[in-house]
């Protein structure tokens, strides 16, 4: 990890299921420091512990054991509302199937999240919102409906979207996944932007392309994580 404050702090986490043939180890007491303005990439084969992962850093999943340490606030002693309230302030999570609204218009789902979070007022909103797609290229779109844009244009909408309430933490779930090798390394250029500005980026990858831009990798296998061949944390 870089010298940055830890942003996200991951400390011998433990997550278990209760599988059909008894207990699956999704996590194997992981330790991860990630750093305020680091671009990390996560890695992985299916069903390796990535969403598990990302899960934790949410504050979608608790763990069995351990601690999740997420800008300073330690996720295990929230309820369910702080939750909540929690991630609506702190993590913007752009989705590999974009999952705009497909009845709201494109300015209209980037306003959706400061309705929900009750940030500033309604002009404050639609200011905030209309500066966000410009800043994703996307300002002569915001009237149009999400079916009517490509889907490297619906990726930059989602971006907005999750930058919406101003989160220090951003998390793709795949997010170039369902797009075309320009487009995606189109939405890379974006999310490096971003983390110049300051964002901490956390992005699952599939694509050795891409995974080549990301200056730190993290490799997650049978609920272990790996950092440059050795088990990181240890």
């Known amino acids: 990890m870089s010298d940055h404050a830890a942003l996200?702090?991951?400390?011998?986490?433990?997550k278990d299921y209760e599988g059909p043939q008894g207990p699956i180890h999704a996590l194997k007491r992981v330790n991860l420091r990630v750093g305020a303005g680091e671009f990390v990439g996560i890695r992985g084969p299916s069903g390796s512990g990535k969403s598990t992962l990302l899960n934790m850093i949410t504050g979608v999943d608790r763990p069995t054991a351990g601690q999740v340490l997420v800008n300073g606030q330690d996720l295990t002693e929230l309820n369910e509302d702080r939750l909540a309230r929690w991630r609506g302030d702190t993590v913007g999570v752009v989705f590999q199937f974009f999952q705009l609204l497909p009845t709201l218009t494109v300015l209209e789902n980037v306003i959706l999240p400061m309705d929900f979070a009750r940030?500033?007022?309604p002009k404050e909103r639609l200011e905030r919102a209309q500066m966000l797609l410009e800043q994703v290229g996307l300002a002569d779109q915001a009237q149009k409906f999400p079916n009517a844009l490509s889907g490297g244009q619906q990726q930059r909408a989602a971006i907005a979207r999750a930058l919406a309430n101003d989160p220090p933490l951003l998390v793709g779930d795949e997010p170039t996944g369902n797009l075309d090798?320009?487009?995606?390394?189109?939405?890379?250029?974006?999310f490096e932007e971003l983390v110049a500005r300051g964002k901490t980026f956390l992005m699952?990858?599939?694509s050795n392309s891409l995974a080549a831009r990301i200056p730190r990798v993290i490799e997650v296998l049978d609920g272990?994580?790996?950092?440059n061949g050795a088990r990181s944390g240890k």
């Open 204 to 206: 699952v990858t599939h």
């Open 224 to 227: 272990e994580l790996f950092e």
């Open 119 to 121: 940030r500033g007022r």
């Open 8 to 14: 996200v702090d991951i400390r011998d986490v433990v």
């Open 181 to 190: 090798s320009k487009t995606a390394h189109g939405v890379v250029d974006t």
